[in-house]
């Protein structure tokens, strides 16, 4: 069965950190946009960072540009969100998303774009 796994969410303290893990299950992130979006109860999903495999090119929304970190260790074949400096408005559920055979486009794709999505991981930040 192919599918995306996350792991590494919890509860924080604003101004900490936590560290996200996305790992396929079935399939190599070979050629591939594995992006992170978060949903927060009420709002939309939002496009969070994305890295691309081609180039290793990042992209990240506004809110936690200086923030937070996206990188890819090949050898383990895994995706990692590095989130530092958190605040009480990044509480929400995190989910990993790839998109086989995508290009830079100098922004994070749309969610129609992705081909596989995790389940979701929740991060809580209290003030």
């Known amino acids: 069965e192919v599918q995306l796994v996350e792991s590494g969410g919890g509860w924080v303290q604003a101004g900490g950190s936590l560290r996200l893990s996305c790992a396929p299950s079935?399939?190599?992130?070979?050629?591939?946009?594995i992006a992170w979006f978060r949903q927060a109860p009420g709002k939309e999903r939002e496009g969070v960072s994305c890295i691309f495999s081609s180039d290793g090119s990042t992209y990240y929304a506004d809110s936690v540009k200086g923030r937070f970190t996206i990188s890819s260790d090949n050898a383990k074949n895994t995706v990692y969100l590095q989130m530092d400096s958190l605040k009480p408005e990044d509480t929400a559920v995190y989910f990993c998303a790839a998109s086989a055979g995508a290009r830079p486009m100098g922004m994070i794709p749309h969610p129609i774009t992705y081909d596989y999505w995790g389940q979701g991981t929740q991060v809580t930040v209290s003030s």
């Open positions: 079935g399939f190599t992130f070979d050629d591939y946009a």
